[in-house]
């Protein structure tokens, strides 16, 4: 009774496994059916995660290492083979026997059965089959420490576009809004005109700043319709699907307290090199891959010495499928194989074993180097970020505050069109510098952690 029970909610356990596996993909599909669907960044890496072509590669890649594995792990098992035949004569089927003076006619049967069966395990090969399967295993771990590496470089990549879409989307949003203000401020001048107070040139003035700042609004909606094509290609999606992108997902501000915080865990340049190397699955993985390479090296050295193997077999043949027991012969057997002299073939493949290993210690200390250049570059660029964030800050403050007074002094008659219209620009280009300040700090900081090979 407990047998059945328990055999029960291990079906039911079973049957939720395969529902959600199965609802899963089903509801990512959702999320981007319908028009105008909004999607967050973590929604947006998901379906990366699930439809990106190269990681499908990857995971196939994974697959083929395995099967090396078990292919490896089988040279451990016998060879085993049967074999069933028949064959049927055709002509000259009576025979004549002569005896003396007499001749005797004999028919013979045409049919001919045959059955065998064998197997062979190799009992000691210099040790080819140890270094075969550790060779085998260290290269499975290697591809699926890529795999790993793979989804960290598909998150940044996805991280790195949303960012440029959600940054566009803020800047259309910031020209629009100037875009209101200016058409604001052209119909008080037109007012101002009927009445009398202002020149027609000043209407002029105003018309022509209002048209460069329509030029901008194109050109920050042209790069904003790219910067979000290039996201749905990377999310292995088509680059026309009508959706959206929580702006939200990425923060558009950050307090002076966090970015300490964060800098003063992140500062030491030595440190965040030793994570790095310590961390990062690429590196890992050309480890793995560096240790494959040297039991590769010892499996082919392993042909110098003799090969020694068991057999064993059984055969049978008869004209009627009969009699297995006395025409059935059963067989064992030791083998020995000494070689002496292969025409150089085994020292020609351990020279190329050699390349692979002195290739895979070069490829790892480039990738090594690599790594500690990337720290290094995204430590300053982090700096440089937070500078920036001071800089725009202050920059909008002062651009605020002047924009206000000039558009008083304005309205009084103390300050003229051509300046008003300067205040305008120093107020735009300062709300875009702030919102290109945040973005690039984000941004930075996303791209250290993920130099350093830290989960985000």
């Not at 078990?70 to 085993?80: C, Q, V, W």
């Not at 085998?136 to 990549?157: A, G, P, T, W």
């Not at 020995?336 to 070069?362: H, S």
Request: hydrophobic share 35%.
């Amino acid at each position: 009774m407990k047998y059945v029970i328990a055999v029960k909610k291990y079906m039911a356990e079973l049957m939720k496994f395969i529902l959600l596996f199965l609802f899963i993909p089903f509801s990512l599909i959702s999320q981007i059916s319908g028009p105008g669907a909004t999607l967050t960044l973590q929604e947006c890496i998901n379906i990366a995660l699930e439809k990106n072509f190269d990681l499908l590669i990857s995971e196939e890649r994974v697959n083929v290492a395995e099967a090396g594995l078990r292919s490896a792990f089988g040279e451990y098992l016998p060879t085993i083979s049967a074999n069933i035949g028949y064959n049927r004569q055709l002509n000259n089927l009576s025979q004549s026997l002569v005896f003396g003076d007499r001749v005797i006619q004999s028919n013979q049967n045409p049919n001919r059965y045959n059955a065998s069966t064998g197997a062979r395990l190799t009992l000691f090969d210099g040790f080819a089959r140890e270094y075969n399967y550790s060779s085998s295993k260290d290269n499975l771990e290697s591809v699926k420490f890529n795999l790993e590496q793979l989804k960290r470089d598909i998150k940044i990549q996805i991280y790195r576009a949303f960012t440029e879409v959600i940054r566009n989307s803020q800047i259309v949003r910031i020209r629009k809004e100037n875009i209101e203000v200016g058409k604001i401020d052209l119909e008080k001048m037109k007012a101002q005109y009927k009445a009398g107070v202002t020149a027609l040139p000043v209407i002029y003035s105003q018309e022509a700043e209002l048209g460069n700042l329509e030029y901008e609004l194109l050109t920050a909606e042209n790069n904003q319709f790219n910067s979000k094509a290039n996201l749905l290609i990377l999310m292995g999606l088509s680059p026309d699907l009508d959706v959206k992108f929580d702006v939200n997902s990425i923060p558009s501000e950050v307090t002076q307290k966090d970015v300490d915080s964060f800098y003063n865990n992140h500062n030491d340049e030595r440190e965040l090199i030793r994570k790095a190397l310590n961390n990062r699955y690429d590196i890992k993985s050309y480890d793995m891959s560096g240790n494959a390479a040297k039991s590769a090296k010892k499996a082919v050295e392993g042909s110098y010495f003799p090969n020694i193997s068991a057999s064993t077999g059984w055969t049978w043949a008869n004209t009627e499928i009969t009699e297995f027991n006395t025409r059935g012969n059963f067989a064992v057997g030791l083998n020995l194989n000494i070689p002496i002299f292969n025409n150089f073939r085994t020292d020609q493949q351990v020279q190329n074993a050699e390349l692979q290993l002195k290739q895979a210690e070069i490829e790892k200390q480039r990738l090594e180097n690599r790594v500690r250049n990337e720290v290094k570059t995204t430590l300053l660029n982090l700096e440089i970020s937070q500078k920036q964030l001071q800089v725009s800050e202050k920059s909008y403050q002062s651009s605020l505050k002047n924009n206000e007074s000039t558009k008083e002094r304005y309205r009084v008659g103390a300050a003229t069109l051509l300046e008003l219209q300067k205040s305008n620009t120093q107020f735009i280009n300062s709300q875009l510098n702030k919102v290109n300040a945040a973005y690039n700090y984000f941004k930075a900081k996303r791209e250290l952690l993920y130099a350093i090979g830290v989960e985000q």
